[in-house]
């Protein structure tokens, strides 16, 4: 009897949640910041992550085990070996299953109270407004710069917050935009780096647990914006070094003058942002540098005969301990410095891991008057793939 | 005159390695030119080929965008320190 009247009480109060939810959320119910109406809001809160790798990580898991009612996923990849160092969603038998499929497939079982939508799928200035309109919160957690400013403008469009972060090595940026009255991305930054000039996490390298802090923030945040509570990240820019380990915090302004959110807006609708962002194709980032080419075979057949042939690695000590093909290691970023050491009478092949970073080198070394200079066409990858398996691709 | 400039890390290879470096200077704009004038190779991530600061670096003194003071001519006094943040795009691959 006494079970039937708190039951009864209990349905009363709770009004959508039911024993089991209640059960799974007493922490949060608990606590008179969250509590019941503080569950009900996430429960009814509808919040799209761009990305699920390894900043849509934490911020699946963390916000589908808190209850966000209905979470969208939005990834067209799919799930490689060198993700699964940092993006915990996944286990080793996602590898080669679509992103969004698996993440969603590992949240569900998290919380099967909670509604997961799995997009798979690019987004693109074509889909993003129509994506966005079902949801109340945007969370970026991208890996490019077209995205970005794709998802900041799709935003601010539609009059969405934009949980922001992103991630580079040993260091994350972490804030908000799209807020009333707040600053947007392109407050922030009005353009995006020339590409090639910022390295990418690919070629950068990424500590795993970086995006974990960094994308359980950005959780926390969107938290924080369902429930209102707090003081949130609008109008500040929270930098994390996980090197020296710290934070530091920095005041992010709305410019009136920003093309995108201030007074006299300049642009209305989506645009193309390869093209702003001055990428040609979508998945080649890096400019393409018309440098003399020599294949992994043709290389491989003239080191045969004996001839003399100078091999230049352009990348980083640390990579050289990898694998390497003996080469002269001088990295590209020394490469002015230490052009001395090179023989330009000799002919020289320069190679790095892709061929990117050997065909800058090339690049510079013909403007420096070096004439027998060869990039080796698709770096130690296609060395690996094409002459010698043994070498480790990484 | 010190003014301690922090290198973010996507600009540390260039800066050969260091986190930070410290230049006696009366603004930004000494600061950073006696930067890049000792860091040769990271001129052209922080300026145009006219001079100008790149649009996606943001330069800081004290946790303040130069951009809301005066520009790189923004005076700088012993203990002040300057940052110096890039747009990074990182997060999903």
């Known amino acids: 009897m006494a079970t039937k009247v708190q039951t009864t009480a209990g349905v009363k109060a709770t009004e959508n949640l039911t024993n089991e939810e209640i059960l799974r959320y007493s922490r949060h119910l608990i606590m008179p910041e969250v509590g019941m109406e ?8 509808r ?32 799930v490689d070996f ?31 109270d909670i509604q997961v939508q799995a997009f798979e799928a690019k987004l693109t200035s074509e889909n993003a407004l129509e994506l966005f309109r079902d949801f109340d919160i945007i969370v970026d957690g991208t890996d490019n710069f077209p995205t970005r400013y794709l998802v900041n403008d799709a935003c601010v469009l539609l009059g969405k917050p934009n949980v922001y972060g992103s991630i580079f090595r040993f260091e994350g940026q972490v804030t908000i935009f799209g807020m009333p009255g707040g600053p947007c991305y392109r407050c ?14 690919a070629e950068g390298g990424v500590l795993g647990v970086l995006p974990g802090i960094v994308g359980s923030i950005q959780a926390m945040e969107t938290i924080k914006l369902i429930l209102g509570s707090g003081r949130n990240l609008t109008g500040r820019l929270l930098l994390f070094d996980a090197l020296e380990m710290g934070f530091r915090e920095f005041r992010l302004r ?28 979508e998945e080649a980032p890096a400019p393409d540098l018309k440098v003399p080419e020599i294949t992994p075979r043709e290389l491989k057949a003239r080191l045969d005969r004996g001839e003399d042939l100078l091999i230049l690695d352009v990348r980083e000590p640390h990579e050289y301990q990898i694998c390497n093909l003996r080469g002269h290691l001088i990295p590209l970023g020394e490469l002015p410095r230490r052009v001395h050491e090179l023989d330009s009478s000799r002919e020289i092949v320069a190679h790095c891991r892709s061929g990117k970073r050997s065909a800058e080198a090339v690049d510079f070394l013909r403007k420096a008057g070096f004439r027998k200079i060869l990039n080796l066409k698709g770096g130690i990858l296609a060395w690996s793939d094409e002459v010698d398996a043994s070498v480790p691709k990484y | ?77 012993d203990g002040d320190t300057i940052n110096i943040i890039p747009s990074i795009a990182g997060g999903k691959p």
Request: hydrophobic share 35%; net charge positive.
């Open chain 1, 188 to 201: 922030l930054y009005p353009e995006p780096p020339p590409p090639g000039l910022v390295p990418s996490c």
């Open chain 1, 254 to 281: 709305k410019n009136p003058k920003c093309p995108m959110c201030g007074e006299h807006r300049t642009i209305d609708k989506l645009i193309d942002y390869y093209e702003f962002c001055g990428v040609r194709g």
């Open chain 2, 1 to 77: 005159m010190a003014v301690k400039v922090l290198i973010p890390p996507p600009l540390r290879p260039h800066a050969g390695g260091q986190v930070a470096a410290e230049f006696s200077a009366r603004n930004v704009a000494e600061a950073l030119g006696q930067l890049t004038s000792e860091f040769e190779d990271l001129k052209r991530h922080l300026f145009t080929e006219e001079g100008r600061l790149r649009s996606f670096v943001n330069v800081y003194v004290n946790g303040e965008d130069i951009r809301y003071l005066a520009q790189e001519k923004t005076p700088t006094k």
């Open chain 1, 82 to 112: 060198t993700n699964l160092q940092r993006q915990v969603t996944f286990g080793t038998s996602d590898v080669g299953k679509p992103k969004s499929e698996a993440a969603r497939a590992r949240l569900s079982d998290l919380n099967p």
């Open chain 1, 38 to 45: 503080g569950q009900l809001k996430l429960k009814k809160a």
């Open chain 1, 47 to 78: 919040v799209l992550l761009i990305g699920t790798g390894g900043l849509g990580a934490p911020l699946g898991l963390y916000l589908a085990a808190a209850g966000v009612g209905k979470l969208g996923l939005v990834d067209f990849d799919v």
